[in-house]
DNA sequence: GCCAACGTTGGC
DNA sequence: GCCAACGTTGGC
């Protein structure tokens, strides 16, 4: 008997001269690995809280209007970010290993963008989102959990 | 480009 | 285990 289990909800942030939302667009079948997390608190939610099924807010972050552009689904959960063992790499990290990988990432797959972003300075005027980690002062994390309160409110002002 | 806020590192 | 120094994030 399967379990249905009640998807999880996230906001994910990548600056888009790395990897915006029409990079994922363009992306074979419109799916991407979300490598180069290198955050140890975005890590465990990666690694230990996302699930397949689950949604997340694609979010655009240090450029001109940051703010959410988009939804997406996780489609395939954690396993080793190799990125890590890549000397090559930007997110090369040489105390990560293949039998003991420090850093974890996830699949998502394109599901929406919408019209309009949704500006972060719109997201800060809305009173019902007083406490969104996203709003929190000083935050930096790029894998944030979205409770299913600020998700709705947050849909309703798409 | 600036800088406040925060995370990480490493000496002790 | 403390904490100063340093590096990074990310809005502005």
Not at 42 to 55: P, S, V
Not at 101 to 123: A, G
Request: aromatic residues 12%.
């Amino acid at each position: 008997m399967t379990n249905k289990r009640t998807p999880g909800y996230w906001l994910m942030k990548s600056e888009p001269d790395t990897f915006s939302i029409d990079d994922l667009l363009k992306a074979k079948n419109q799916t991407s690995p979300w490598d180069g997390v290198r955050n140890y608190q975005a890590r465990n939610y990666i690694r230990d809280e996302m699930k397949i099924g689950d949604l997340a807010f694609f979010y655009h972050s240090s450029c001109k209007v940051p703010g959410i552009v988009g939804l997406v689904e996780i489609v395939k959960s954690a396993y080793p970010d190799h990125t890590a063992l890549e000397p090559k790499s930007p997110y090369y990290d040489p105390k990560s290993s293949a039998q003991n990988p420090r850093w974890y990432m996830v699949d998502v797959k394109f599901k929406q963008k919408y019209d309009e972003p949704l500006s972060l300075e719109v997201l800060k005027m809305n009173p019902k989102l007083k406490g969104f980690k996203l709003l929190n002062r000083g935050n930096r994390l790029s894998i944030l959990p979205v409770s299913l309160q600020e998700w709705k409110t947050i849909q309703a002002m798409i």
